[in-house]
C-alpha cells in the first residue's frame, strides 16, 4: 500500500515569515493530494488539496506543489500568523481508492 | 448543520472490555471512515463504508469491527479492549469516495488500562 513520509516533525517561524512542509509517498497511483490542519482538541479540517493533474495550486497565503516525477508534494505558507499555529497532516490516494494514507504530521508554531 | 458527530468525548475502559463508538453526519455524504490518531503516527484507516450495506477493512483493522447502520450513522466496536487500542478515534465523511473532502469529528480519546 501507498507509505507516506512527512518532514519536518516540528517547525517554528517568527510570525512573518514563510512555512515549507515537505512529503514524499511511494505509490505512483496515488493522483489525489490532501493537505489537513488540525487545531488542538479538534479534528482535521482541509485547508487545500492538489490533483495529478496540476503541478501547482494557490489559496491566498497557502500554496501546495506537486512532483508526480521524484513523488513528492509539499505546502507552503506565507506570511505567518499566530493563528497558522497547528498540526499539518499530509495525504496521498489514488482515485476511486477509499484508502487515504497520511503523513505523520507537522507541528508548527508561529511566533509573535 | 452539525456536521459530524462522535459520542462519548472521552472514555476509560479497562482490558477485556467491550464499548461502541457512535458517529453520525448530516450532510447526506455517501462515504463514512473510522481513523485512529497516535503520537507521531499521524491517522491510520481502520475500516470505511463506501455506501450504506457496504464495509471494507482499512490499514489496522484488527480487533475492531463496523456497522453501517442507516446512510448518517457509522458506529465503530471494540469487543475485548486492549491497551494498544489506547487512542483518539476519529469518524469523516466524504461525498463519494476520499477524493471528495474528507470532513472529521471532533474525536474520542479512548484510554484502555
Known amino acids: 500500500g501507498e507509505n507516506v513520509e512527512q518532514h519536518p516533525s516540528t517547525l517554528s517561524v517568527q510570525e512573518g515569515d514563510s512555512a515549507v512542509i515537505k512529503c514524499t509517498y511511494s505509490d505512483s497511483a496515488s493522483n489525489y493530494f490532501p493537505w489537513y490542519k488540525q487545531e488542538l482538541g479538534k479534528g482535521p479540517q482541509l485547508i487545500i488539496d492538489?490533483?495529478?493533474?496540476?503541478g501547482e495550486k494557490k489559496d491566498q497565503r497557502i500554496a501546495v506543489t506537486l512532483n508526480k516525477t521524484a513523488k513528492h508534494f509539499s505546502l507552503h505558507i506565507t506570511e505567518t500568523q499566530p493563528e497558522d499555529s497547528a498540526v499539518y497532516f499530509c495525504?496521498?490516494?489514488?482515485?476511486?481508492?477509499?484508502?487515504?494514507?497520511f503523513g505523520a504530521g507537522t507541528r508548527l508554531t508561529v511566533k509573535p | 448543520n452539525a456536521g459530524v458527530t462522535q459520542t462519548p468525548k472521552f472514555q476509560v475502559l479497562k482490558t477485556g472490555q467491550s464499548m461502541t463508538l457512535q458517529c453520525a453526519q448530516d450532510m447526506n455524504h455517501n462515504s463514512m471512515y473510522w481513523y485512529r490518531q497516535d503520537p507521531g503516527m499521524g491517522l491510520r484507516l481502520i475500516y470505511y463504508?463506501?455506501?450504506?450495506?457496504?464495509?471494507d477493512k482499512g490499514e489496522v483493522p484488527n480487533g475492531y469491527n463496523v456497522s453501517r447502520l442507516n446512510k448518517r450513522e457509522f458506529s465503530l466496536r471494540l469487543e475485548s479492549a486492549a491497551p494498544s487500542q489506547t487512542s483518539v478515534y476519529f469518524c469523516?465523511?466524504?461525498?463519494?469516495?476520499?477524493?471528495?473532502?474528507?470532513?472529521f469529528g471532533p474525536g474520542t480519546r479512548l484510554t484502555v488500562l
Open positions: 492538489i490533483r495529478s493533474n496540476v
Open positions: 463504508s463506501a455506501s450504506e450495506g457496504t464495509t
Open positions: 469523516a465523511s466524504a461525498g463519494l469516495a476520499s477524493v471528495d473532502e474528507q470532513f
Open positions: 495525504a496521498a490516494t489514488p482515485y476511486n481508492n477509499n484508502d487515504m494514507r
